[in-house]
């Protein structure tokens, strides 16, 4: 947990705005479930910004400020409020070039004086009683970042900390800097007598460049900037530990695990009276809170046990790029990723376990126009996956529902388990990984779209995630094709705002249906294969390089993410008279080409613009698919809307951008965040990652994530 992660110079550029108290409140809020006190609240505006004021006048206003920070998630499960440390100051040592770090305690007490039963550890503080002296704050801070499980375990550091009253003088602290006070490099108190000492001692912290560097470093540490899921998989193939479940995920994973163990038993040595039990686990939680890391956390752990596991979705987009880009040359990988729709007729015997990503995206039935009538479902979609394993797993967000015949909720999960007489576990994940670590983004784009009931805000920028408008598609595609190009992840999507042709002909021609003006691009294409030009199949388009230059819609980006993300609004949601208005498209067809094209703007999209989605569900889906568009970048959104009074809604709510440094460009990021993303790896050779991995041994012990 953090609040706030700026540089000193961009903090009081921030604090110049009047936007940084408010913006930690909003966090404070989101974090602790309630509004920060008035004194906390005054603290910020006034000690924060002369900390950074010192910074910037010791020439080190590049050093980066973390603000109200939690050093892991263990704090979390800790009996009270977590431990929040005022400032975490981070750079690089001048003279090493080490990871430096500084704990900072900020008190604006002016007065200290000693407590009757003379101890160090106690002072008094005129009006608020006795406290505990604050160098004792900063050496629990100190072990719990230096200790075996903190951030900088097994790192190259310098590590103190120091505490800062700047209202007070030496004198009138005076029990503070006794002979008896706390001593280590955390020990350090400085007063408004003591600053010249603070700037020079902060200029031997820390070197003049360097702090955002640093600060990625930390970031990383603590877990607050993650490999994206798809890199993850590829570097691991299934085999090597790369993300680290941390907080609620590491429960929900442990106990999925614990329940596996107790109820399907040992596979190497079968019971000799089954267990009949089943057990369903439904595990909600917003877009980037680790669900499917959970899933295929989950899914590689039980294999490596030797049990028969599935991991089912119902997105083609997630499904396509875990087959084709991470399996690509293993069998038995791609053919444990299914979907939904594969278990109309039960597994005999039933899997051990099914995981259900993205079960939001639960059908109805199981039904497919190449179908015969004899192959459709018979029985509600939920009850064939409670059908086909022993253990099943459900990964809910209902706000990413996207189709009316979506109907995966929890209460239709939790209504099937009973009916089937199986044990429910439900669990509610809550940070979220996603967009940098910003719940703070999550929460403004909830707000900016209506899919929640908080009123719109102007964006404060966090040092998460950056998140700008502009003005035409050619500037928008100008800023991801350059990303791409020099080395980040980047696509362009778009609102189903458009017709989308089919491939033509043997050689597969694609047409230019998204059309701005005079600005034409492809859809992603609607095949299985490739077609001209190289154009790839839409269910690896998100990751293949020459998927580039197309635009995706929902159905192809939800689930995945990339550095960067261009969003293109369509005239299916506009703002009018204070309001979101929404609309469906009409077409016609070309008289030269052929070609259907745009005759009034608005939805498209075969599934949600029919007549028989009533106006109140249209709505919400349509929603709900920008707001999955717009939360799939882990750096930056840029926003762009083809009508002129909707942008310029979304300026006044992004407000100004030409903050110092924040925008995260490829050759802006410090060299620790300049990750390369992986291509499809090499077809395997001898046997496949699951069957030589099942019967234990060390390789059983590894986990994926």
Not at 258 to 267: I, S
Not at 459 to 469: A, K, N, R, S
Not at 551 to 558: P, S
Not at 623 to 637: E, F, I, P
Request: with cysteine.
């Amino acid at each position: 947990m953090l609040l706030l992660k700026l540089s000193a110079q961009d903090l009081l550029a921030l604090n110049a705005r009047r936007r940084m108290v408010p913006h930690l409140a909003a966090r404070w809020r989101h974090f602790l479930g309630s509004a920060p006190s008035v004194s906390e609240s005054s603290a910020w505006a006034e000690s924060l910004v002369e900390l950074a004021k010192d910074l910037v006048a010791a020439d080190r206003g590049n050093v980066e400020m973390i603000v109200e920070c939690a050093a892991t998630l263990d704090e979390w499960d800790r009996d009270g409020t977590p431990r929040l440390i005022d400032v975490v100051l981070v750079g690089h040592h001048p003279e090493t070039r080490s990871l430096s770090v500084q704990l900072v305690e900020l008190k604006r007490w002016s007065t200290v004086t000693s407590v009757e039963a003379a101890t160090a550890e106690l002072v008094q503080v005129p009006g608020m009683g006795q406290k505990r002296h604050p160098a004792l704050q900063l050496a629990e801070y100190y072990d719990a970042f230096t200790g075996d499980r903190g951030p900088l375990n097994e790192l190259t550091f310098e590590c103190g900390g120091f505490v800062y009253l700047h209202n007070a003088t030496d004198a009138s602290v005076a029990p503070l800097l006794a002979v008896n006070a706390p001593t280590g490099a955390y020990a350090r108190v400085y007063t408004s007598d003591g600053r010249d000492r603070l700037l020079s001692d902060l200029r031997n912290k820390f070197a003049e460049e360097g702090g955002d560097s640093a600060a990625e470093i930390l970031l990383r540490r603590m877990q607050l900037r993650n490999t994206p899921l798809l890199d993850a998989m590829i570097r691991s193939r299934g085999e090597d530990t790369v993300f680290t479940l941390r907080g609620r995920q590491r429960e929900v994973a442990d106990q999925i695990l614990e329940t596996a163990a107790r109820v399907l038993g040992d596979p190497a040595a079968p019971a000799l009276v089954p267990d009949d039990r089943r057990v369903v686990f439904l595990v909600t939680g917003g877009a980037g809170t680790g669900k499917s890391a959970i899933g295929l956390q989950v899914k590689a752990q039980l294999e490596a046990q030797g049990r028969a596991v599935q991991y089912a979705s119902g997105s083609r987009a997630f499904n396509g790029a875990m087959q084709e880009h991470v399996g690509y040359g293993d069998r038995e990988f791609k053919e444990s990723f299914t979907y939904f729709s594969s278990f109309v007729t039960p597994p005999d015997p039933p899997l051990d376990v099914l995981l259900c990503d993205e079960a939001h995206r639960l059908r109805d039935r199981s039904t497919s126009r190449f179908w015969t009538p004899e192959q459709q479902g018979t029985q509600p979609q939920v009850d064939e996956l409670l059908d086909a394993s022993r253990l099943t797993v459900f990964f809910l967000d209902e706000s990413q529902s996207v189709r009316p015949n979506e109907v995966g909720t929890v209460e239709l999960i939790t209504d099937a388990a009973q009916r089937r007489k199986a044990e429910l576990v439900p669990y509610r994940l809550r940070e979220q990984f996603r967009c940098g670590g910003s719940d703070a983004y999550i929460r403004w784009v909830r707000a900016l779209l209506g899919v929640d009931d908080e009123a719109p805000s102007e964006w404060i920028p966090d040092g998460l995630m950056h998140v700008e408008v502009v003005e035409s598609p050619e500037a928008l595609e100008q800023i991801i094709r350059s990303e791409a190009l020099a080395g980040a992840s980047a696509r362009m999507v778009a609102g189903y705002c458009w017709p989308w042709t089919k491939p033509k002909g043997k050689e597969k021609r694609l047409e230019a249906d998204v059309r701005i003006g005079d600005w034409h691009r492809l859809w992603n294409a609607d095949s299985e294969s490739f077609c001209e030009g190289g154009v790839p199949p839409s269910k690896i388009w998100s990751v293949h390089p020459n998927g580039l230059g197309q635009i995706g819609c929902v159905y192809t980006a939800q689930g995945l993410e990339w550095d960067w993300c261009g969003v293109i609004m369509g005239e299916d949601m506009v703002r009018r008279d204070g309001r979101w208005v929404f609309r469906r498209g009409k077409e016609y067809k070309d008289p030269e080409s052929g070609v259907k094209r745009v005759a009034v703007p608005g939805s498209f999209d075969p599934k949600v613009r029919p007549s028989s989605v009533d106006d109140e569900d249209f709505a919400r889906l349509v929603r709900h698919a920008y707001h999955v568009l717009m939360t799939r970048a882990s750096r930056a959104s840029v926003l762009y809307s083809t009508d002129a009074e909707t942008r310029e809604y979304l300026k006044k709510w992004v407000g100004a951008v030409q903050i110092h440094g924040l925008r995260p460009t490829w050759e802006n990021l410090p060299p620790e965040a300049r990750v390369p993303h992986l291509s499809r790896p090499p077809r395997r050779n001898g046997r496949s990652r699951s069957r030589s991995r099942r019967g234990g041994g060390p390789q059983a012990q590894r986990t994926l994530f």
